[in-house]
Every structure is written in C-alpha cells, then in structure tokens.
C-alpha cells in the first residue's frame, strides 16, 4: 500500500470503519506518519479533570503506567477503532504520551539485532 | 483459566501493570486454520490472564448497482485473543491469536501491518486451511514460522513431506509443538526470533 496522494490528517485502512488517525509526523515533520498501533504504549500525562467524557477519565486512570492500546480496548470493553479515536483527543491536547507508534504505511517490523537479541535472551529466560 | 465470563476486567491487577520505563513493543500474530491451536498457545505462554480487542469491520456488499450508486456493506465484528510477555524493562512483547474465520482477520489490516512476525500453527489433518494465512502473511511480507501442533492420531510426517506440501522455502522453519505446553511455545517463538535475527545478520548478498 503507497502513501502517494493520500489526505494528511487521516488515512484509511481498507476495511476498518474509521480513519487511521495520524497522531505525530505527516504534513509538517521530516518523519513519517504515525499512527497507533494495537501494541502502542499510552502513558497518561495528567490526572482526569472535571468535565472529562468518562471515556477519557477511565483511559487516564488505566493508563498511569504504560498500557497497550489492545489492553485499553479489552478494558473498556471497546472496539479498537473506538480506542484509536478517544486516544487521538487525548494526544492532541498533550494528556497522554504515545511510545512506539507505527509508520502508517508499514508492512513488517523491521527490527533493529538489539530488539532481537533481548526478544531471545529474555523468552530463553521464561 | 476461568473464560466462561464475559464482562472484562475493570483494569490490570497490580501484579499486571508494566514497568513504567517500558518504551519498547513488538506484536507476533498466531495464525492459522479453525481450531488448530491459536488461543491455547497465547494463553499458555502469557503473563497475564489472555483479553480480547475487537474491532468492526465492513465489506461492500456484492452485487452493488452501478446506476443507484447505493453500496451494500456488511459489518462484522472480529475479536483477536492477546497474551502479553515481558521481557526487560523496556521491551514487552504481544501476542495475537486471530479467529479461525480467516476472511474476517483478514480484513483488520492493522494486525499484520507492523508485526514483527508470525506463528503459522497446522494441523496435519487439515494442512490445507493454513494456505490462506500463509497466503496473507507472504503478501504483507512477514516472516514468519510454521509450528505443527502433534495432536492425538494426526498423520506424523516428516518435516521433507511437510515442507513440499505446504510449498514452504527452504529458510522457513518448520517445528513440531505441543500449544499447551508453555516450554514448547515458547520454543516456538524462540526459532522465530533466532530467524528474524539470522535474517537480520545475513548480508544481502546472501538473500
Ligand atoms: N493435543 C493437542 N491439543 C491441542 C493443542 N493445541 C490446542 N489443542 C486443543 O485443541 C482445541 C482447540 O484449541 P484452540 O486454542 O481453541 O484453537 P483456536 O485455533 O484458537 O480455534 P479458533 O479460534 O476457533 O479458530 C482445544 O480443545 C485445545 O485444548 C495441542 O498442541 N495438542
Ligand atoms: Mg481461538
């Protein structure tokens, strides 16, 4: 799948119903653009505040240590797309940190021989 | 494993929550035919009690007439079983088992996109229903493994006749693994990562 000619805020996943909402890089940044993936870390950077959906209050109080957004979505009982869209207000105004987002046009990792060598010393280790 | 309820938990137990400093994670995704294995190996090898994330996928309905301009479109909703698997203080690792209704996953785009590889699970009985997930990864150009799940009176072939008739190249590893063992799945998913990093070290020259 090409990027070429695509729209800069979102992009869409063919058969997934909602946009791929691009949350760092794109139009504006050298980098590519990058969205969220199911193994994405969110880390809250605020507590809740009054007058919060409760969508986002309950996406704060998991997310005071890191959590992936497939675990919020099996926490809150919501599909992932659903997940994507509440995650992307809370990035845009700074209330959580994303770590380890994805190229938006990516086919495979391409990891780096520290990753594997961690990934191995450490199942050799389970 | 207690998976008869079906409301989800309210959040991680404390004993489940990561590092903080936990920056770095991969996905594996388990794949395979109908009931060959794919939810009992990421249960057996997670830390944590396996969840689910699901997601709503749509299809343009066939038949869609040109002159009305109206689309048909069917929604399903595809749920993929996840295990978790911390490995330092900074890396964790997921696993996702996609549902035996192929055509379904196959549509969630985000579960291939990105992975860093994958467990073909077959069973000798039914070699035939790995081919489309093969098929899918190959396309999305993730490496991936072939583990053969030794159930009770399949066929035992050797991994020769096994490589041919799945059509499987040569530097594609083919094990044999018991999914409910937690030693032997794991096993697994080390020869996948011993050839994601020979794949890695290789020089070009040598692909
Ligand atoms: N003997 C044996 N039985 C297994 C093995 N792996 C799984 N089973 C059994 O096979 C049955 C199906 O396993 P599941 O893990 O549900 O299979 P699945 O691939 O997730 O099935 P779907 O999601 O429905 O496609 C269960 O009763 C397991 O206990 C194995 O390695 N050896
Ligand atoms: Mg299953």
């Known amino acids: 799948m090409s990027g070429d000619g695509r729209g800069w805020e979102r992009d869409w996943e063919e058969g997934t119903p909602v946009p791929l909402y691009i949350v760092t890089g794109g139009r504006t940044d050298a980098g590519e653009a990058q969205v969220l993936d199911l193994v994405t870390l969110i880390v809250a950077r605020s507590e809740p505040q009054p007058g919060m959906r409760p969508e986002h209050v309950s996406i704060l109080r998991l997310c005071a240590g890191p959590l992936s957004v497939a675990e919020l979505s099996a926490y809150l009982d919501l599909p992932f797309s659903a997940v994507q869209v509440l995650l992307a207000d809370l990035i845009a105004d700074s209330l959580v940190e994303a770590r380890q987002t994805r190229a938006a046009h990516t086919a495979a990792a391409d990891p780096d021989v520290e990753i594997l060598k961690a990934l191995i010393d450490g199942l050799q280790r389970l | ?207």
Request: aromatic content about 6%; hydrophobic content about 40%; proline content about 6%.
């Open chain 2, 1 to 207: 494993m207690d998976c008869n309820d079906s409301e989800p938990p309210l959040g991680p137990r404390h004993e489940d929550l990561l590092p903080a400093s936990t920056e770095r994670s991969v996905k594996v995704v388990v794949v395979g035919g109908f009931g060959v294995g794919k939810t009992t190996m990421v249960g057996s090898v997670s830390e944590i009690r396996p969840l689910t994330t699901e997601e709503t996928m749509t299809q343009a309905g066939v038949g869609v007439d040109d002159l009305s301009g109206v689309e048909r479109k069917t929604e399903t909703t595809v749920a993929m079983d996840f295990g978790r698997i911390t490995l330092n203080d900074r890396l964790v690792l997921y696993l996702f088992g996609t549902p035996g209704q192929q055509r379904f996953w196959f549509l969630w785009n985000g579960v291939i996109a990105g992975a860093l590889g994958a467990v073909v699970l077959v069973d000798t009985r039914r070699l035939e229903e790995s081919f489309p997930a093969m098929d899918r990864l190959e396309q999305g150009g993730v490496p991936f493994v072939v583990a053969v799940n030794n159930f009770p009176g399949a066929p035992v072939h050797p991994v020769r006749d096994l490589r041919s008739a799945l059509d499987l190249p040569e530097h594609v590893p083919v094990v044999g693994c018991d999914a409910r063992r937690l030693d032997s799945s794991r096993d697994v998913l080390l020869t996948l990562m011993h050839h994601l990093y020979d794949s890695a070290t290789a020089t070009r020259e040598f692909l």
